[in-house]
């Protein structure tokens, strides 16, 4: 565990890595273009409705505790699915990946926080039942994707952004390919075709093969799984921080097409200028549950899935939440949170 441990505390996703190409970029659109070209970029998004905080199911208990921070959290989806235009009305994806991404305008930091995706939580109406903390993208889209995360975990999201593994694909062809060191059990892994053939070392991906690499499910865990995710991002993010601003106006271009927000062109534009103020070389990680595997109290099946994790403390989760976004120490679940971790007690049970 002290080495998962480690790695947790690394944590950059494929999610972070497209954000992070996105914000460098769109901050040289801005410094260049000037404001109409700006909006004409981010136009090619795919937009959502605002909610609002009744609509996300925010709890007051909740926003009672955090109102003293200038901290703003967004929802950050990475899908499944190809194309954000596959979508069907009885198809959503899966967000592999789900993540908070927080705002703190008084530290000028930015603070990335990745849920399990395979924990068991309670998934609200239209739902109504408990299921992977994922598939409540799939169920309801990321409206209840947020309500479940405002429920299940006392945030106060409201806004979110999504993207397509098509995204990552096209983001590391677009900047040459990436090196990575792969392990032989990673290179003989059955499950995805990396297309490469050799002993253990270091190898330049194209975008399929990076994308390969990070689904690999079979070898290991899915905690090995998401630091796979972050040694691409640190690839990518060295390769873009070489590039241009011309070079960098061409990958924005390139991948808004596959993003997906609720976030209006303002609002983007706000945070982006106000990013420029904030300390980008550092971006604190965390990773829920803190302990990884330690905190699963035991593997369940239901509805037809497995695994589903039911976890040892979920009122703990929270609170490790808290800490970490907020740094409160002191910070008590709310009841209706409690309400939930016992009903999930109740249903599949407190032992393993």
Known sequence: MTKLKKKQKRNKTKILLIVVGTLIGLIAVIGIGGNLYVDSLLNKTNRSKKLTDEEALVNQEVKDQVQDHKIVNIALFG???QDWNEWT????QR???TKIISLDFNAKKIKITSLQRDTLVYLPEPYNDYDKLNHAHWRGGPEL???TINLNFDMDIT???GFSFTALEKLVDLVGGIDLYLTAQEINQKDKNLEVQ???GTYHLNGHQALMYCRIRMIDDDYYRMQRQNNVIMAIISELRNENPMKLLNIVNEILQYVETNLT??????YIMSLITFDLRHIDQNQIPKEGMDSILKTVEYNGFNPLYVMKNYQKLVKDIHQFIYEDEGYQPSSKMIKIEKS???KFGKTE
């Open 79 to 81: 899908s499944d699915n």
């Open 95 to 97: 967000s592999d990946a």
């Open 265 to 270: 062109n303002e609002q983007i534009k706000n």
């Open 145 to 147: 994707a947020i309500q």
């Open 198 to 200: 050799g002993d253990a």
């Open 159 to 161: 806004q979110y952004v």
């Open 344 to 346: 999930i007690y109740e």
């Open 89 to 92: 009305d009885t198809e959503m």
